[in-house]
C-alpha cells in the first residue's frame, strides 16, 4: 500500500469514529459540550477532507503522472505567476495593509 492509501484509510476512520460520537449523543445539544455552529463545522471538514482525499485517491490511480522534477516546475510557475498577478491586480489598498 502507498502513502495517499495510508491516509485514506486513517481519514475514513476518524470519520467512522466521529459518527460513533454522533451515535454516542443522540440527544445533541443536551449531551454534547459543543454548540450546533461547532458540530456542524466538526462534520463538514471531516466530509470535506474526507472528499478530497478521496478524489486524490481516485486521480492517482487513474493518472500517470510524471516525475517529481516537472511537477515541481509546473507548481513554482503557477506559483509565481499567481503571486505577480496578484501583485499587479491588488489596489494599493490592500498592498499597504499587509494584507
Given at each position: 500500500?502507498?502513502?495517499?492509501?495510508?491516509?485514506?484509510?486513517?481519514?475514513?476512520?476518524?470519520?467512522?469514529?466521529?459518527?460513533?460520537?454522533?451515535?454516542?449523543?443522540?440527544?445533541?445539544?443536551?449531551?454534547?459540550?459543543?454548540?450546533?455552529?461547532?458540530?456542524?463545522?466538526?462534520?463538514?471538514?471531516?466530509?470535506?477532507?474526507?472528499?478530497?482525499?478521496?478524489?486524490?485517491?481516485?486521480?492517482?490511480?487513474?493518472?500517470?503522472?510524471?516525475?517529481?522534477?516537472?511537477m515541481?516546475?509546473?507548481?513554482?510557475?503557477?506559483?509565481?505567476?499567481?503571486?505577480?498577478?496578484i501583485?499587479?491586480?491588488?489596489?494599493?489598498?490592500?498592498?499597504?495593509?499587509?494584507v
Amino acid at each position: 500500500m502507498n502513502s495517499i492509501s495510508w491516509i485514506f484509510i486513517g481519514c475514513l476512520i476518524t470519520y467512522i469514529i466521529l459518527i460513533c460520537i454522533g451515535l454516542r449523543f443522540p440527544k445533541g445539544a443536551e449531551d454534547w459540550p459543543f454548540d450546533r455552529a461547532a458540530t456542524l463545522y466538526m462534520f463538514i471538514t471531516m466530509s470535506a477532507t474526507l472528499l478530497v482525499i478521496t478524489l486524490l485517491w481516485y486521480v492517482s490511480t487513474i493518472i500517470q503522472w510524471p516525475d517529481i522534477n516537472t511537477m515541481m516546475s509546473y507548481v513554482l510557475l503557477i506559483g509565481f505567476i499567481l503571486l505577480i498577478v496578484i501583485g499587479l491586480f491588488a489596489s494599493s489598498d490592500v498592498r499597504s495593509r499587509g494584507v
